[in-house]
């Protein structure tokens, strides 16, 4: 692994931190990198075991280059993106400004580390692999670069298309009805849970990386669109991973003492609806059932690091196959 800092041009004082895995041969599948996304306020050191896992020795190893590193103001990195005045105190550039980093940064490791041009960095496929916010900077990566994204494993996405809070009804909107309330849930039980829930994952929420998530409704309204095009007519390979439904409803429940019946009722499928969507955004023909984490939580990479590793072998594999895909 070699381990190394880039400098952004539009900021040359943001060096991002990056772990670098590269090939010991000629990649297969041959011309990809495999890209990690961490989550909000997280570091890329959480994708060390699900690395280490697909790197343990195997019939066939694996020999694609891999690429984890830190936005600013994640891990190690001390410098951070500026506030920007139109948005709350704390907050610099949003999602889609952060797959604009990640595009610079794919094309000067692809350029320093594996000899391709940056102007012919398209030949070379990309496989995402996001938890949380960065399955939403994966998409717009992806849309924002079409044709470039080969692969995706998308692991307990963000909710982009709501302000998180919403999945709970609201017991002050005009139109709300006490009597339509289930499985013994009050209209306080409802206040508890937007509170507590809002106070940690509204988008409007702060978080250390000063990373603007407010936008996100708009710049991705919905789960299922608009769709991802890859470089050829069998890609992007999606792969959508969601949390076990009990174990984060326990989590969720010790974390901000959200009653777990309101988490039952509405937090889980409107969460399981919109990971459904995201399994549609690739060609009807090579779509894939939703993946369940037995046992996992929120930090699916965490909880079963050998599920993602087995996730994301399955994607390679297909492209190894798939005489249709640009390998």
Known sequence: M???????????????????????????????????????DSSKS???????????????????????????????????NQDVTARLQGHGRDCLEAAHDLRELIKKVGKSRLGIDRDNIDS??????????????????????PETVTGCLFLNSVLASSNIVSVFPDPDAPDFRPED?????????????????GRVYHLDAPNTEGLWRGNLGKLLPFSDAPPLLGPGPRTPYITVVQHDPVVNTRQMNKLLEIPKRVLDVYGEPAYTEYCEGLTRLTHPQIRKELVLAKGSGHRVYKDDPRLVASELRGILDNLSRDEGSRI
Do not use: H, M
């Open 124 to 145: 070379l496929g990309i496989v995402l692999v996001a938890a949380s916010i960065g399955v939403a900077i994966a998409r717009l990566y992806a849309a924002e670069y």
């Open 181 to 197: 309330l289930t499985n013994g849930i009050t209209p306080q039980d409802l206040e508890i849970g937007r509170k507590r829930l």
């Open 46 to 80: 959480q994708w060390s075991p699900a690395i280490d896992s697909l790197l343990k020795p195997r019939r066939r190893p694996y020999s694609t280059p891999f690429l984890a590193y830190d936005r600013p103001g994640q891990g190690n990195i001390l410098s951070r």
């Open 2 to 40: 070699e381990k190394f800092f880039v400098s952004l041009d539009r900021d040359p004082r943001i060096r991002l931190a990056c772990s670098f895995f590269p090939p010991p041969e000629r990649s297969s599948p041959r011309d990809t990198l495999i890209v990690f996304l961490n989550g909000i």
